[in-house]
């Protein structure tokens, strides 16, 4: 069984369209994040996120927008598409909201803008 | 911000040989993640290490955390552990525990 499933695997679509990435894990973890993996590479925080507390990150634009129906999904929901949305994505979760817990993570979802 | 600095930036090695990865910390940390990313992209958890000591198979870490370090060992390696390698901590004090990742260093084994 897959811990943290993404869908879906791939995303490929038209600058100024609206699309979303759906994020579910069954660790019964209460806390689920999403990451930003650009072109060369390097991983970002964009949210993280509990039944309590969004945290965004500052340089996330507002486009870009978490959504968690309950505590085992939380998708990531982007307007308006543009050409540097292009990255992977990753969602990964963890026990708790806190400093002392490992985190697992999705599979990534390679996002395209045409 | 803390800065994590992984080196080297790119390593080949041949199929059988041992070689150790480090990621050095500019401040203090209370969780310490090393991931392997594989060529088909997946993020594999390799080792939760705040501190200490830890081996899995052919593959162990060490973290010194009051001199800010960690370092990843791989043995005998094998083509298979190809694809980079990404160390992530969360800073002290980081409540929300967000993980700050290094650049990463990637491994190309050849047979």
């Known amino acids: 069984d897959t811990a943290v499933s993404q869908t879906p695997k791939y995303l490929v679509t038209q600058m100024g369209n609206d699309k979303s990435i759906k994020c579910e894990q069954n660790?019964?973890?209460?806390?689920m994040y999403w990451y930003k993996q650009d072109s060369k590479k390097f991983l970002k925080i964009m949210f993280s996120?509990?039944?309590?507390?969004?945290?965004i990150n500052e340089t996330v634009p507002n486009r870009f927008s978490p959504k968690s129906p309950d505590k085992a999904h939380l998708n990531l929901h982007i307007n308006s598409l543009e050409l540097g949305d292009s990255a992977v994505y990753f969602c990964?979760?963890?026990?708790?909201?806190?400093?002392?817990?490992?985190?697992?993570f999705g599979p990534g979802t390679r996002l395209t803008v045409l | 911000g803390i800065q994590v600095e992984q080196s080297p930036p790119d390593l080949i090695l041949q199929e059988g040989a041992n070689s150790t990865l480090r990621c050095n910390f500019s401040?203090?940390?209370?969780?310490l993640q090393w991931f392997h990313q594989n060529p088909w992209g997946q993020l594999i958890n390799l080792f939760y290490?705040?501190?200490g000591t830890k081996q899995n198979g052919r593959l162990s870490a060490t973290t010194v955390a009051t001199e800010r370090y960690s370092l990843l060992y791989i043995s005998s390696s094998q083509t298979t552990d190809s694809g980079v390698y990404f160390c992530?901590?969360?800073?002290?004090?980081?409540?929300?525990?967000?993980?700050?990742f290094g650049k990463g260093t990637k491994l190309s084994v050849k047979p």
């Open positions: 996120y509990n039944n309590k507390e969004l945290i």
């Open positions: 290490i705040p501190s």
């Open positions: 401040d203090s940390v209370n969780n």
């Open positions: 992530a901590v969360v800073p002290y004090g980081g409540s929300q525990g967000n993980l700050i």
């Open positions: 660790l019964g973890h209460d806390t």
């Open positions: 990964a979760s963890s026990r708790e909201q806190g400093q002392y817990n490992e985190q697992f």
